[in-house]
């Protein structure tokens, strides 16, 4: 609506002021539905009008998650802005990843960190990406070495 022009006869009847009343409705359905399990919400997001526009009850509509967990690494972005070379900058990058989605899954990092530097190297996923699933947060060994270690803590 910013961007539209200053002597705009009637804003509200815009194709931008109607995406927006579009949205803001969707955010109220979501708001509506943020308790219910994941598989109600998806029947919810598969009433007409809806268009169907999530098809997984665990995807948010909005990407605040996503935001919230970035948000250490852009504020400290200017401290990093002398990582050595363009491969440290990038070897930063693959660490914040794997910490924030450690987080976002309720791992401890450094104990991720453990578990991935002492099962990884042996694994030839250059040659086999598809191994790389097997050490990802979400997979049940993953989630048996974080229980295992969170009795142990």
């Known amino acids: 609506m910013d961007a539209l022009p200053a002597d705009i006869k009637q804003p509200e009847s815009t194709f931008p002021r109607q995406a927006i009343e579009y949205c803001e409705k969707l955010f109220e359905v979501e ?11 998806k029947r919810q997001h598969q009433k007409e009008g809806l268009m169907k526009f999530l098809i997984d009850g665990n995807i948010t509509i909005s990407n605040n ?6 948000r250490p690494f852009t504020v400290g972005r200017r401290n990093w802005l002398f990582s050595g070379s ?12 794997i910490v924030e989605t450690a987080k976002a899954n309720n791992i401890n990092p450094y104990e991720y960190l453990r578990y991935i530097f002492k099962y990884l190297p042996g694994v030839r996923f250059i040659e086999e990406p598809e191994f790389l699933k097997d050490f990802m947060p979400w997979n049940p060994d993953v989630q048996a070495f974080r229980n295992k270690t969170e009795k142990r803590l």
């Open 31 to 41: 708001d509506e539905i943020e308790k219910l399990t994941p598989d109600k919400k």
């Open 65 to 70: 998650l996503a935001e919230n967990s970035i």
């Open 86 to 97: 363009p491969e440290g900058a990038a070897a930063s990058a693959v660490v914040y990843s």
